[in-house]
């Protein structure tokens, strides 16, 4: 029996004790469905975590247990704000394997490994690249970004990793919808923000490809580099994906690293509605995705995938002499992971991945899906029947973006305000739970749907609730 | 009853199966001082993820009962590789609770940056840092130490987020004994390695202030920009502290970030017996540590400090137009993690890092430290007492370096493959778990102890498989 310093002194008690934060937990995930969406934190709970610093230990899992009704909200079918997963009861099983197996999954000969391949061999072949690709699992589709655009900008700058980018100014390209983790990645590479040109969009939100090509012919006369072109999956405001073929074709005659930012939008490539529009991805030099958003395993865990191995390999594998791997014992092994990333302790976050694959199946992630984006279809026209209710962009995948509008006498600035005032009373009042963005410099409401919970039903409620909170809001 | 696509269609046999993977995991942790410490995966268990992407869904918990003894093995007494952490058994209590609540941690109001706020507020105070600090946890030191270069760099060039670092030559400064993820922050950062310069260390590896200040002077003469000095706080190899109060003055002096790699050292703070050598960490304008490591959270969680919040903040926040706050709703928040650092998904690290704290106390934390640097002085004794066993280097904290042999007239190269094969047959054997390193270019067996299960006989154990193994080899 384990005895060490930090150990239980009664393992009995200690195992009663876990079992019981466990039945809770599924109670609570069992009745996810019901209640508020989203609370507030109580003043009395945020006062438990202004104590001094522990001197003496003392049980916290009665204050856990306290706090599991005040999370995000996105477990709930009415949670539609920014992009996030509702995540799958399944997951805890592979987290309680994983968190008493406490593995460093940053290398060497173990299960680890063994299991993060499998699950990059399943991903390359779910995005249509090479079964001979490469890639790695990382906390999200921020960290794959900054790894790919490492890979594409140390392949334009040869010694790069050494002599640093003092001496180049290199350019890039996305479209004015990309996701800001793209702009960071450049800020963090050194290469800095308005190295990303920002290309305008068709009307539906697409990069325009004519504008593309003029900024890189204008870039090249100016005496700059161009090195990469990101498209994009699935853009965070409203949905949009950009012509992938048609992005590959300029990145293949103008040597650019293709890069696609899949971040959610990938995720589809699992269902039928939205496959063939997303099926350029397979010509991507590099691919940035999450698990934890429309795939459903819980947080965190996102994915970067390379077409070739050699250069996703050249730009980060350079092992410390303690960290020399050997032909046998621990040290061994064929796949480190610090030869493909930035981390080099890491948890085992492989494990949940493989087991939320395995249990479902793509199949019925891949349905689930295609319901998300047949929800949003059925908003669409729920939007479309209401006369208040004015949509504000297309709904190309899973996104809904419009506006209440019962008077069009009201001015921009006052509607802005009324659609910003709804959202907040939907999410204090526990309704359900929108977010808000610019579209074309005006406020709309967000209804994102990446929920394998949410139903016909929970739409209604949402688009009635928004009625009745817009007209209280305006006969006041 | 929640029923989504992917929620158990019979919730009673879900929660079974739960209570069951518990149960075997707790078994594993309660009988981790038993068996083998590492042993490599059967090419049975291999096989099984192998297997064709599932279309269909099947259960999985079978096979993650197959993989638990199949770890990295450092949750056993006997592992001294590298630097891991043991874990606790508590730490599998949080994250039951934070896969069920499955948070994004990115932002918003929620629990998640409440229990984020209080746990680096301790963390500021246990290092001795300014109570106006800022901070951040991440996966592990690799990213913390990117995340201060980052600032430092920014902090340094004016606009660089922005502009990129295209017309400066910035360089720093690191001692030869420091980690890899300093150079590799260089790296990513666009300044590469080379703009890391290396300063040799004195006979005890710690940097060498002399030559400290001469590269800088060079550096200054040659048109080069001096940004940041990085003082290693445990040194991977075999623990050497540097003079943090000396380089602070350097760094003051010179205008320099003084940033402090403290990946598994700093936590030695919590205890006694190198509290003093380690207290100059107050001085860092950033630090960077791993609770995975010294501290036994399980993996993976890391910090980073900062002395400014306004400085770290200014390298990071700019949020998106669709991730606006607002004052009220879900939006709100006073402390959201995207404006301190790369990752906008992010799972709720900072749960089991404080339900860690709160669990066990800095106190039982200190202790078991100070334990481990008394077990270190043990086996350093052994070694002296052993004809056939030479030490290679101090051992200022946790980390014994040392070499097999068995007669002086063997040849340094015939001499490191034996002590190379003599760490492979005692993982092969499953007896005990070193690492090896380079000290001085000649290999030596490395023993860390940053395992709170680790008893004097654990060591005399390894000391006698050593000294078997070794006559064993020299005798064929």
């Given at each position: 029996m384990s005895t060490g310093?930090?150990?239980?002194?009664d393992w009995n008690s200690f195992r009663a004790e876990a079992h019981k934060m466990l039945d809770k937990s599924i109670d609570k995930m069992e009745n996810v469905n019901t209640g508020r969406v989203w609370s507030p934190v109580p003043q009395t709970l945020r006062n438990k975590f202004e104590e001094n610093l522990p001197l003496a230990g003392s049980s916290a899992n009665n204050i856990i247990s306290e706090i599991l009704p005040y999370g995000v909200g996105n477990t709930h079918p009415r949670f539609f704000g920014w992009v996030h997963g509702a995540g799958t009861p399944s997951g805890v099983i592979a987290d309680i394997a994983s968190a008493s197996m406490n593995v460093n999954a940053g290398g060497r000969d173990h299960i680890a490994p063994v299991i993060e391949k499998q699950v990059l061999s399943w991903c390359l072949e779910i995005m249509g690249m090479p079964k001979g690709g490469s890639g790695l699992i990382v906390s999200g589709t921020s960290i794959a970004t900054i790894i790919a655009m490492k890979v594409a900008r140390d392949q334009k700058i040869k010694g790069s990793r050494k002599k640093g980018i003092s001496q180049t100014q290199l350019v890039g390209y996305t479209s004015e919808?990309?996701?800001s983790c793209i702009k960071q990645a450049f800020d963090i590479l050194g290469l800095g923000t308005e190295a990303l040109r920002v290309v305008k969009c068709n009307k539906n939100f697409e990069i325009d490809l004519e504008s593309l090509k003029k900024l890189i012919a204008q870039d090249k006369l100016n005496g700059l580099i161009p090195f990469c072109v990101v498209g994009t999956a699935?853009?965070?405001?409203?949905g949009a994906i950009d012509d992938l073929e048609g992005i590959a074709s300029i990145a293949k005659s103008e040597d650019l690293w293709f890069h696609v930012d899949g971040a959610f939008g990938a995720a589809a490539l699992l269902g039928k509605l939205a496959y063939e529009r997303l099926?350029?991805?397979?010509?991507?030099?590099s691919l940035a995705f999450d698990f934890?958003?429309?795939?459903?395993?819980?947080?965190?865990a996102g994915c970067v995938l390379f077409k070739d191995e050699a250069s996703h390999r050249a730009s980060f594998s350079d092992r410390a002499e303690y960290l020399r791997g050997s032909e046998r014992g621990l040290a061994g092994g064929d796949f480190w992971a610090v030869d493909y990333g930035p981390e080099l302790s890491r948890g085992f976050r492989s494990l949940k991945v493989w087991a939320h694959l395995k249990e479902h199946g793509v199949e019925a992630l891949g349905n689930s899906i295609d319901r998300n984006i047949k929800l949003a279809k059925y908003l669409e026209k729920r939007i479309h029947n209401e006369d208040c209710l004015i949509s504000?962009?297309?709904?190309?995948?899973?996104i809904n973006c419009f506006r209440f509008i019962p008077n069009l006498n009201l001015a921009i600035e006052k509607l802005d305000k009324i659609n910003e005032e709804i959202v907040i009373l939907l999410q204090e009042r526990g309704i359900a739970v929108p977010s808000t963005t610019r579209i074309n410099n005006q406020i709309a409401i967000r209804v994102n749907i990446t929920n394998h919970r949410t139903q016909e039903s929970d739409l209604d409620i949402l688009v009635d609730a928004i009625l009745e909170i817009g007209h209280e809001l305006t006969k006041k």
């Open positions: 310093d930090l150990d239980p002194n919808q990309s996701h699935g853009a965070v405001n409203m099926s350029g991805i397979s010509l991507a030099d934890h958003k429309w795939f459903q395993v819980n947080y965190e504000m962009a297309p709904t190309p995948l899973n």
